[in-house]
């Protein structure tokens, strides 16, 4: 059997491709913000560990991937609020946090992607 592929199907995949490698670095640099933050908050190097090693473990397991990234994507969108507080106004606030929300779950749907082929 003999399989052809055209060039539009090649581009498309080297598209999909890229597309999913900027999703997991956005997703590694959540975590490694999260967790250094975390780790100066407490001021405790075993939290730093604790919250970057843990996130690395949940990622590998698919079923608490997905609560992870539920929960790193509305927490862009409480970042989003938080920012749309800085004018003053409940437009923005929403407005911001939902965008946020949803280019952080964007994001992470190509990470998996990503995870999923690794």
């Known amino acids: ?5 055209n060039h539009e199907e090649i ?5 999909q491709s890229r597309e999913s490698e900027s999703g997991v670095n956005w997703l590694f640099g959540e975590i490694i913000i999260i967790a250094v933050i975390s ?5 405790s190097w075993w939290v730093f560990g604790g919250v970057f090693l843990g996130s ?11 609560l992870l990234f539920i929960i790193l994507s ?4 409480v970042v989003g609020w938080i920012i749309g507080q800085w004018f003053d106004s409940l437009g923005a606030s929403v407005v ?8 952080s779950g964007g994001a992470h749907i190509y990470a998996n ?3 999923n082929d690794v």
């Open 96 to 103: 911001i946090s939902v965008i946020a929300a949803l280019a």
């Open 1 to 5: 059997m003999v399989i052809t592929l």
């Open 113 to 115: 992607k990503w995870l």
């Open 39 to 43: 780790g100066i908050y407490f001021s």
């Open 11 to 15: 581009r498309k995949g080297v598209t």
């Open 74 to 77: 509305l927490g862009c969108g």
């Open 56 to 66: 690395i473990i949940l990622m590998n397991i698919k079923p608490l991937r997905y």
